[in-house]
Every structure is written in C-alpha cells, then in structure tokens.
C-alpha cells in the first residue's frame, strides 16, 4: 500500500495507568503491601473478604491520592463515595473490586509533556481514582495448572485516566515517562512497570486528518514496558487504517500485545461488555477530603520535576539541558538542591553535580545515594576555589578523589595537608615572578619590542616554579606590571 495512505490519517490515543501505591499495608485491610513475597503469605481474611470481616479505608492511600491530584493540577473531590465492581475471576476472592466510579478523587487536570518534535504539550487528566488491585494468576509455572498469589490481592493502585490527547505511540511513550518521573518524585508508586508496579491500557483510535470525530478504538493491554505501549499502538494505528483503507470496520474490542510479535490480538469484544453492577460500597463510610486537608497535603508536597525546571532555567539562569539532566531523578534534584543551599555559585554547582560527580556515579554504577561526598562539603570545596585557594584543576584532580576516600575532611584540611593551597600572596609571588624573568633576558626583550604573546611562556615557568599553586589572576596582573617595569 502506498505510505501517502498513512499520512491522510491521525491517531487518537489516551491512556489508563494504573499504579501500585507505595503504602505498608493495603487499601482495605492492615494485610502489609510487599513485592516478592512467599506466595499467599500476605492474606487476611479481610482480603478475603470472608463472612463477618469489614474492609477499613488506608489514610494513606488517600493522602498519596491527594498528592498526585495537587502535581497533576486537579481538581480535588470532597466528598468520595467508594463502589463495588462485580465480576468473578480466579484471582479475584471477595468476587468483587472496591473502586470509585461516579466519585473519583480527582478530575480535571493535566500534565505537560514532549510531542515528538521536542515541544510542550499539555495532555489533560480526565480523573484518577482509587481502587484495589486483584490477586495474580500464574499460567506458565505450572505445566498444566494455573496458580494463584493473593498477595497483591487487596494492594492499593490509583488509576489515571487521561483525555484522548495524544497523536502517536512516541507521545504516549513520553507521557508514561514523565507519569513514571512524577509518581517517583511524588513517593507515591516506585514506577517498575517491568514488575507490574506501573501498567497501562492504551485506547487507540484513527481518524481522518482535520476531522473532529473520534473513530471506533480499541483498547490494549498486557505491555510490560514502555516501549513496548509503543510498539503496541503502533501497530494498532497502521492495522486500524489498513481496515478502512480495505473498505472496513474496525471492531471495537479489547486486544492483547504480544511483546515477541510485536502484534495484537483479540481478547473480547465490547459489544459483549462486562456488566459490573457497580453499587455503592455499603461497608466503607464516604471519605470528606477537606480543603484543609489539601492545604496540608500540599505543604508538604516534594518539589516537583516541572517546578524545578523552570526555577533552574529561569532563576539559576542554566540551560534548558542542564536543567533537564538535574531533574531527572528525584535523587540528583535533591541532591543539588542541598548543594545550593550552602553555595550561591549555581553554575558551579550544577557543573560539579553533571560532571564529576555523575562521572563518578556512572564509573562506580552506583546511585547518588551512594555517593560519599555530602552536598554541604561539595559546597566547602566550590567555596575554596572561589576564594582563590584552589584552581578547579586542583580540586578536581587532588581534592575530589581524597573526599571520596576519606569522608570525615574537609576539601581546605586535604589542601592544607597536601599542600596545595594556591599562592596568591605577593611577596612569594613575586619572588617566582623575578626568578622567571630573570631567566630569560632576551624574551623579555621581545615582549618590549611588542611580543606580548610572551606573556604565557612567562605563566608557564611561574607556574612551574611555584608547582602549579600560584594564583593565575594574581600572578598575571603582577607578572606584567614586573616585565612592564623591566
Ligand atoms: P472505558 O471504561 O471503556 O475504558 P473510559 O471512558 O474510561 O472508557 O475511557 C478510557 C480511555 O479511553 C480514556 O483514556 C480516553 O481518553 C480514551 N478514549 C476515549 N475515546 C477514545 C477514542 N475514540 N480513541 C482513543 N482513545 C479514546
Ligand atoms: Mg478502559
């Protein structure tokens, strides 16, 4: 078929991501919230939902809710009423999910993205809403038995339902990223989507270019990375337009990717959609989410990705490459957060953090965490080349490395030992000024007589005699009023 076909055409895609809440215990039950556990270890009857047991809504599954609503610009509900939604699985004890429907906590927000020319775009955030997670159903560790794992039975997830605002699976790949960066810098989820942590569902649809209505779409599931959520719309776009190229229709169902194929296929098909019965849940009093609550909540929300960014370009006057590789991580944010606040000398601290000591981080595959030298003494050493004691050649190559061995010094304690404070005093500079002079006669003559790129050999030599610790500033102002008055 001929590629022009594809570009007549655009891709509507919005997303659900349902993340895993990084609480000790479960949404409904004190049942502890743990990864890789013996299977079925972590199992109450409250999970269970046996006879006589009633599920207790986790505070902190709605103050980790609230904290995402703040990040993602929502608006915040008051009054959250929780829902059961019926359906019979394996993995699936009680026979129903506790969610919200008609409720959720947030709506109405949006996160700002790249498009796939590098330019903001701003995606809006239909809702999120809290809800549990289901048990896991294993088919491939038994030869012929699927097993059972309650343990994430009952584990707390928000979900994050987007607008259809995105026109390609590059985009989307960048929403997930920035989705996986904000619930990390948030605390709120550890965004392994390798382990389930993090999942999305991808609804898919095309359209003729500049039409207004949406096309029939379907929904994928089963991606186990980011890339793959790519890969898999991707492929939908190209097979949805194929079917209407052809003279079709595409069937509105729920599909599966398969990661080795690269390619798609039917699950179920929404014309026979679940029925769910959603109903109130008549155990679980409503939950008030108070504007004060809110308030507190956001006090004492983390910075955020975005905010950090734009401080960084606009107040520390850094480039927008450098501000976007200190706030990659939380961790690397945090950690030139704390440098700043014990130096005012951003630029430097920004390069000592993007150069030294990512190189050291990266050399040693370790994470900032790991990294011996705390930001208050990166601040003494930037304060010690500053005052002119040390040149940043020093620092980086004798100072650095001992502060990493040896933790309890600090940089002007190594430089004293070393001996390697810079001169920057006259009198024993101007003795190694008067020695180099002194040597050379004729090339001073030459510098008279208008040479004045002598000027560097002369640098040279009093670095020499001074063994690289004269101040180079001090010395090069004293070094031509010597030669001026020789
Ligand atoms: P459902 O409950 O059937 O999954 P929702 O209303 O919750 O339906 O929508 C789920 C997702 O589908 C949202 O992220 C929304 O942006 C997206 N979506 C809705 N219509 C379309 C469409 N025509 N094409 C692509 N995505 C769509
Ligand atoms: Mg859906």
């Known amino acids: 078929m001929n590629e022009s076909i594809y570009d007549k055409y655009e891709a509507v895609i919005g997303l659900e991501v349902h993340a895993q809440m990084l609480t000790h215990s479960k949404a409904y ?137 995105m026109r390609s699976g590059e985009e989307a790949y960048n929403y997930l990223m920035e989705v996986r960066r904000l619930v990390r810098y948030l605390d709120v989820c550890d965004g392994n989507m390798e382990e389930g942590s993090l999942r999305c569902d991808a609804n898919v649809s095309v359209r003729i270019k500049g039409t207004e209505k949406y096309g029939r779409r379907v929904e994928v599931k089963n991606m186990n990375s980011m890339r793959n959520v790519q890969r898999a719309i991707e492929y939908e776009i190209k097979r949805h337009i194929d079917i209407i190229e052809a003279g079709g229709v595409v069937d509105q169902d729920t599909r599966s990717f398969e990661a080795t194929s690269g390619t798609t296929f039917s699950l179920r098909s929404k014309e026979a959609a679940n029925d769910y019965r959603y109903f109130p849940e008549p155990d679980l009093q409503p939950v008030l989410v108070t504007e004060a609550y809110v308030n507190e909540v956001r006090k004492n929300l983390p910075p955020l990705p975005d905010e950090l960014l734009r401080k960084y370009i606009q107040e520390l006057q850094l480039s927008e490459y450098d501000a976007g590789v200190l706030t990659d991580t939380k961790e690397i944010a945090l950690y030139f957060e704390a440098v700043l606040k014990n130096t005012s000398n951003a630029k430097a601290a920004a390069n000592w953090v993007m150069g030294p000591v990512k190189s050291y981080l990266n050399e040693n595959a370790i994470t900032i965490q790991r990294f011996p030298i705390s930001a208050e003494r990166l601040a003494q050493l930037i304060a010690l080349i500053d005052s002119g004691k040390v040149n940043f050649g020093v620092a980086n190559q004798k100072i650095f490395p001992v502060m990493i061995s040896d933790s309890t010094k600090s940089p002007q304690e190594i430089a004293e030992e070393n001996n390697l404070i810079q001169e920057s005093d006259s009198d024993a500079l101007l003795g190694f000024i008067r020695e180099a002079v002194a040597k050379n006669p004729t090339k001073v003559a030459e510098y008279k007589a208008g040479k004045t790129s002598l000027l560097g050999m002369f640098m040279g030599d009093v670095m020499k005699l001074s063994k690289g610790k004269a101040d180079p500033k001090i010395a090069n102002e004293l070094l031509k009023k010597v030669l001026d008055e020789a």
């Open 29 to 165: 039950s004190s049942d502890e919230n743990k990864y890789g556990e013996m299977p079925n270890t972590l199992v109450s009857p409250v999970t269970l939902g046996l006879p006589g047991t009633l599920p207790l809504a986790n505070e902190r599954v709605i103050e980790f809710a609230v904290r995402l609503g703040i990040a993602l610009h929502c608006d915040i509900r008051e009054r959250n009423e929780y829902a059961r939604k019926n359906y019979f699985y394996a993995d699936l004890p009680k026979g129903y999910q506790i969610t919200q429907d008609k409720t959720p906590i947030c709506t109405n927000g949006y996160l700002m993205i790249k498009d796939a020319a590098g330019n903001p775009k701003r995606i809006g955030i239909q809702r999120c809403h809290m809800e549990e997670d289901a048990g896991k159903s294993m088919h491939d560790v038994d030869p012929t038995d699927t097993l059972v794992d309650l343990n994430r039975a009952g584990v707390p997830l928000v979900e994050i339902v987007s607008d259809p605002d």
